[in-house]
């Protein structure tokens, strides 16, 4: 058996399809190409069902098979999977989830929140035809065409409309005891739904007692989509919104670029101190957190604009659309890595990259939002990627003029303009700790307590 620190623990949400199955098949093979005999992988999966577990399992493997046929190195302990059924509209699947984790997983080294929802109803087609024809790069990097619904919420969380994950019913609560808030469906698969998630597990991505071994490391997963735009601070669930998946984009860039700066310390910091630490339901957010542990450090990643089934499209169309991102990689577009696995390309260096090169790179350039990148041939690379009020890195006065991939307006950083970045960080991570713990008294109350 090997010791912990040779084991490597993986947690993808999302894992069945697009992009969080292309990233399972992308950690075996770069784990197995970067890594020594001595160190095995473990990827814990999640789904929303039993079935869909047992599929991506019987694919990963076979996922596994092929890549032992071309090199020996592979064993069955070597790299494992482990699936887990998990649904982030559910905050006491998030529970469930939670305490069975912490009371089988020695630690976590890496988590990807990549399970996403669109909230999409359909396209626009007259106008998607007109941008296409008449702007090709640019409207199938930064589309305008998609409708999303309004309003869309998730089931009450306190009864028993949500299965628990055996699937059996959970006992229901009092409609007097559930006087719950509406939670955005959107939001809550997004990033409520992780957050909460992520929180519950710190004590697995701290226990990595060992100097000469990484923090644990959270990846959150956005989008070229998050566009400033659509995101307000009084509507943060995006309930209101017309594009509520691009909302929920947007504050996972705010959250997890300002983790670390000052002015969100009071709140960030709590968010990642283990829940025996964490402020009880009857007592307020502390400010002033006194960490017990090595806390986990939080990254960003986006995968380019790779053709998965986020949009529902008939098989033709779903081609149609494929086509047209390989077009416009040949326009010169260095975000259409257009295969689900390409896109994994950002995702997976944070993951398995040395903790030296990635403070490095940091230090040097700020934290930044990393994405998927290929050139014209398809050839990949990890690349910054500009965020609207964050420049590349939270460096004033950085140029960003030459550069490929820009959103058409980009703006240089000004200090103007990261301090109302650094602003917003602080309004979402208070109102997001406000939530946690709101949310964490009324599952309390309903037996859903860690």
Request: hydrophobic share 35%; net charge positive.
């Amino acid at each position: 058996m090997n010791s912990t620190e040779n084991q490597n623990y993986v947690l993808v949400t999302g894992a069945n399809s697009g992009l969080g199955f292309a990233i399972c098949c992308r950690l075996v093979d770069e784990f197995l190409d970067t890594r020594p005999q001595s160190q095995s992988l473990t990827i814990i999966i999640t789904t929303r069902n039993r079935q869909k577990c047992e599929a991506t399992i019987s694919r990963l493997r076979s996922h596994q098979q092929r890549r032992a046929a071309k090199s020996k190195a592979l064993s069955d302990a070597h790299v494992t999977f482990r699936p887990e059924i998990l649904d982030l509209t559910s905050l006491r699947s998030v529970q469930q989830l939670s305490r069975k984790l912490l009371s089988s997983v020695p630690k976590l080294d890496v988590f990807l929140l990549n399970a996403g929802y669109g909230g999409f109803t359909g396209i626009d087609w007259p106008f998607a035809i007109w941008t296409v024809l008449t702007d090709w790069k640019y409207s199938v990097t930064w589309p305008r065409f998609k409708k999303s619904g309004v309003g869309l919420i998730t089931k009450a969380q306190l009864t028993s409309s949500n299965p628990n994950i055996n699937g059996s019913p959970l006992t229901p609560v009092a409609k007097s005891e559930s006087n719950e808030p509406p939670l955005g469906e959107v939001f809550c698969s997004n990033v409520f739904g992780h957050y909460l998630l992520t929180h519950n597990l710190t004590p697995l991505l701290s226990n990595h007692t060992d100097p000469n071994t990484s923090p644990g490391r959270i990846i959150w997963i956005s989008s070229l989509e998050a566009y400033a735009h659509t995101f307000s601070t009084t509507d943060i669930q995006g309930l209101h919104s017309p594009k509520a998946y691009e909302s929920s984009k947007r504050i996972t860039d705010i959250l997890a670029l300002t983790a670390s700066l000052p002015s969100t310390a009071p709140w960030a910091d709590r968010f990642l101190t283990p829940p025996p630490a964490s402020p009880t339901p009857s007592s307020p957010i502390n400010p002033s957190p006194t960490p017990t542990s090595p806390k986990p450090r939080i990254y960003l990643a986006q995968p380019g604009i790779c053709s998965t089934a986020i949009v529902p499209l008939p098989l033709i169309l779903y081609y149609c659309m494929t086509l047209a991102f390989y077009i416009a990689r040949w326009l010169g577009s260095p975000w259409h890595t257009v295969n689900a696995y390409t896109g994994a390309c950002a995702p997976v260096w944070l993951a398995l990259a040395s903790q030296n090169q990635l403070d490095t790179v940091e230090e040097k350039g700020g934290p930044g939002k990393w994405g998927s990148a290929t050139d014209f041939s398809g050839h990949e690379r990890v690349a910054r990627t500009e965020v609207e009020g964050w420049g590349y890195g939270g460096v004033v006065g950085e140029r960003g003029e030459g550069r490929k991939g820009r959103m058409r307006g980009a703006r240089d950083l000004t200090a103007e303009g990261r301090q109302e970045f650094e602003e917003l960080g602080r309004v979402c991570w208070r109102e997001m700790e406000r939530l946690r713990v709101e949310w964490e008294e009324r599952l309390a109350g309903a037996g859903e307590s860690l």
